[in-house]
């Protein structure tokens, strides 16, 4: 089995800046994409960024340039820098993540999500 934490959630004013983070434990031999997703009230849940076990990002469009993904390899966890935060960042982030597990089966497993609400 394999769990995925995340924290760094929270309330912020808009242009301020978060930093969320996500630990993947349990039977884990290897992970391979990790990810940030995020829904919004009413929306449907979209693609934030994503990073391979090489490092390689994808970003949605939106961001302009204002969000960070990485991770740590040795710490099984990932990161989302986000900066010049906006109203309409206001979303559950959700962290994704590949993994090859010890029985050698792949199961895509999420986070159970973190509040982020950005004020006016």
């Known amino acids: 089995q394999v769990q995925l934490v995340e924290s760094g959630g929270g309330l912020v004013q808009a242009g301020g800046s978060l930093r969320l983070s996500c630990a993947a434990s349990?039977?884990?031999?290897?992970?391979?994409?990790m990810g940030w997703y995020r829904q919004a009230p009413g929306k449907e849940r979209e693609l934030v960024a994503a990073i391979t076990g090489g490092g390689s990002t994808d970003y949605a469009d939106s961001l302009e340039g204002r969000f960070t993904i990485s991770r740590d390899n040795a710490k099984n966890t990932v990161y989302l820098q986000m900066n010049s935060l906006k109203p309409e960042d206001t979303a559950v982030y959700y962290c994704?993540?590949?993994?090859?597990?010890?029985?050698?089966?792949?199961?895509?497993?999420w986070g159970q999500g973190t509040q982020v609400t950005v004020s006016s």
């Open positions: 994704n993540a590949l993994v090859h597990t010890i029985a050698r089966v792949t199961v895509s497993v």
């Open positions: 349990g039977s884990i031999f290897s992970i391979n994409a």
